[in-house]
């Protein structure tokens, strides 16, 4: 990666960071590689998130973390468990998911996201999808759509089917990766009752706000299942009170792939990019498989695609370009120097040796705002000529300016 787009990555991080940080989300680190036995536990409802596996010198099999919430459940469940909760954790990290070579996706991407355990209720799905908005908005992305499903109307409507297990599979793996025909075409099998095959022909093409819901809820009701969007409904109006209905749009064709979410999904987009951004959800039965039941929820960015969503807008944070290069004929000086500027705020680079028009020509090859000249315990900038344009005063001033890189 190039040191530009390094620094570009790492301004949009500290801006996410910041929001999850300001909601009281506390930093968390998991181990890169586990134990294949340690994310076993729940490997059947991981879905796409397919874990690299690999031998150590002993032959225990390992495995590289194919997301955060897998590990961060184990935490909670295991070194976390007397804390009386919610808990409120954030991340940054590296993950790693085995693909056919020939698929053309990433193995290796990075996520930034939350995860909320021990709670549950309409206001924590609320808070959970507001911390999302409100982190893709600091990362300069003004436009982004944030599509809620739920797994219970899907799952509602498959059990009032009554149809064998076999059907159930086929019409949860159809509707995991959005193909609505054959949903369709597997409603209309024999035996089906026909409340919930025109309700499984309908549902997962429903779109929109607060009417979406109620259309759903009175499909739902004629198969028998009325309460199964009272959870999402509810969520949906706190997020429109607040102020989020631009973003937050109902789309019951929202089915997030991994096997482990109970309740409301979420999936993230942005104009200029076909793939979603991020997405997260309820996951309330996760942490039974580590023997510690409790509600919880989340979400994750992926941090590859929010970058070229940004380039997309026209809207990528540039990093922060070198306040100064600083130079003079002592070394010591330059030091002593660099060190006054660093402490007032200044972002700065020795240039030992430099001075004069040649300290200049450096700051403007290496994009610094100016160029300083250390001369004993003095500092001086230096005009566009070479010359000194008088001492900086004590204490050293906060910088002048920014220049981009």
Request: proline share 6%.
């Amino acid at each position: 990666m190039l040191l530009s787009e390094a620094a570009e990555r790492e301004a949009v991080v500290e801006r996410v960071v910041a929001v999850f940080d300001a909601w009281g989300y506390s930093p968390v680190e998991t181990p890169v590689v586990e134990a294949y036995e340690a994310l076993g536990a729940v490997d059947g409802q991981a879905g796409e998130a397919a874990p690299f596996r690999l031998l150590d010198s002993d032959g225990q099999l390992l495995a590289l973390r194919p997301d955060m919430t897998l590990p961060i459940a184990r935490v909670a469940a295991t070194r976390l468990a007397d804390d009386p909760g919610p808990l409120r954790v954030r991340y940054v990290a590296p993950v790693f998911r085995e693909h056919a070579s020939l698929r053309g996706q990433a193995r290796q991407f990075t996520q930034a996201g939350i995860e909320l355990i021990g709670g549950s209720g309409p206001e924590i799905d609320a808070e959970v999808v507001a911390v999302a908005a409100e982190a893709l908005r600091a990362a300069g992305l003004e436009r982004f759509t944030v599509a809620l499903g739920s797994v219970e109307v899907l799952g509602e409507l498959v059990d009032a089917a009554g149809m064998p297990e076999g059907w159930r599979t086929a019409v949860l793996q159809a509707a995991h990766v959005r193909n609505v025909p054959e949903v369709e075409r597997l409603a209309r099998e024999p035996g089906v009752p026909a409340e919930v095959a025109t309700a499984l022909a309908t549902v997962l093409r429903t779109r929109g706000g607060l009417e979406a819901i109620e259309s759903c809820a009175e499909a739902l009701a004629r198969c028998g299942k009325p309460r199964a969007v009272d959870g999402l409904r509810d969520t949906f109006e706190i997020l429109a009170r607040l102020g989020y209905g631009g973003e937050v749009v109902v789309d019951f064709g929202t089915v997030r792939s991994f096997g482990y979410y109970t309740g409301i999904v979420m999936q993230v987009y942005a104009p200029g990019l076909g793939l979603p951004v991020g997405g997260g959800g309820r996951y309330d039965r996760l942490l039974a498989a580590y023997e510690r039941p409790a509600p919880a929820a989340g979400f994750a960015l992926g941090l590859e695609r929010l970058m070229i969503a940004l380039a997309e807008a026209g809207a990528t944070p540039h990093g922060r370009g070198l306040d100064a290069l600083v130079g003079g004929r002592d070394a010591a000086s330059c030091f002593r120097g660099a060190a006054a500027l660093r402490a007032a705020g200044w972002r700065v680079r020795l240039e030992c040796g430099s001075t004069g028009i040649g300290l200049v020509k450096a700051a403007e090859r290496a994009g610094a705002f100016e160029a300083v000249e250390a001369d004993g315990d003095a500092l001086y900038r230096l005009d566009r000529a070479g010359g000194r344009t008088g001492p900086l005063p004590t204490p050293v001033p906060p910088p002048a300016g920014r220049r981009e890189p």
